[in-house]
């Protein structure tokens, strides 16, 4: 997810609606629609699958991201699976495989600091100094990396728009509000979540990156709210870590805790 925000190490200082065409312009902002193939053009209802339409740069992110995280993942075991992809063999499916893979054996911090050693590998010499010098820590660079999310984290997580939070009493557009997130969705694991997802790209953006960000996923309806300017709090007081596993649709789901393994140290 980090990574695709740095596209804007090579944009220009001021930012159109023309560089955000392939969005719409709603009341709440710039929506995505991300290829959905549902008659609605809306993410299905939670207990049923989206299903989307990847194009060519979908497909690339793809398997970009899974050929990076190949290498910490556990073998297949699977010989249908065995045979060496190529570069655009990839599909979502067998990317949320790629992450299972990695999960496997490895503990919460194991699995956040694979993903942080994915990330850094995809980033050119001192992009994060870079980075810290472009978008210092104020309202505007929050805003202007909300309206970057929308566009170029649609393959990844689906639709979303940009939406008003409120940050240290002062109202400002750099919230993102995901409708339904893919790799949830996909995954159907807590876990995943909060140890590929949320904790590791908060970290990246706040310490890396050097502007706060907060991801708040809502368990009940998948959907996900990301707040740009907003510092973290420490997992041990997120409410997350207590969230207990998908146990009807997560493939590693253990029913007999009452908060996901996965989330346990």
């Known amino acids: 997810m980090v990574v695709l925000n740095l596209q804007v190490l090579h944009f220009p ?17 710039i929506v995505i629609r991300c290829g ?10 939670m207990g049923q699958k989206t299903k989307y339409n990847d194009g060519f740069f979908e ?22 699976f065995k045979k060496k992809k190529g570069f655009f063999d990839y599909d979502y499916e067998s990317f949320v495989d790629v992450s299972k893979r990695v999960v496997q054996g490895r503990s919460r911090q194991q699995q956040q600091d694979v993903v942080r050693e994915v990330l850094l590998s995809m980033l050119p010499p001192g992009a994060p100094a870079q980075f810290r ?16 999310t929308v566009p170029f984290f649609h393959w990844l997580v689906g639709p979303s728009e940009v939406v008003e939070v409120e940050i240290n009493g002062e109202k400002q557009r750099s919230g993102v509000h995901i409708k339904k997130c893919r790799y949830l969705e996909n995954s159907g694991c807590v876990g995943m979540c909060v140890n590929m997802c949320k904790i590791p790209t908060q970290d990246f953006f706040t310490n890396e990156f050097g502007l706060p960000l907060t991801m708040i996923p809502n368990f009940e309806d998948m959907s996900c709210e990301m707040v740009y300017g907003q510092v973290p709090p420490p997992l041990e ?3 997350v870590i207590s969230q207990p596993c ?20």
């Open 36 to 45: 959905i193939a549902e008659p609605s053009g809306e993410p299905a209802p």
């Open 59 to 80: 497909k690339a992110f793809m398997t970009l991201f899974a050929r990076k995280m190949e290498r910490f993942a556990a073998p297949v075991k699977s010989s249908n």
């Open 237 to 239: 007081e997120d409410p």
């Open 13 to 29: 200082t001021t930012f159109t609606n023309q560089q955000l065409s392939l969005g719409r312009q709603s009341r709440c902002g």
């Open 246 to 265: 998908f146990a009807e649709i997560c493939s590693i789901a253990n029913r007999s805790t009452n908060a996901c393994h996965k989330l346990q140290a």
């Open 133 to 148: 010098k472009l978008f210092p820590p104020t309202k505007w660079a929050a805003e202007f990396n909300a309206a970057l």
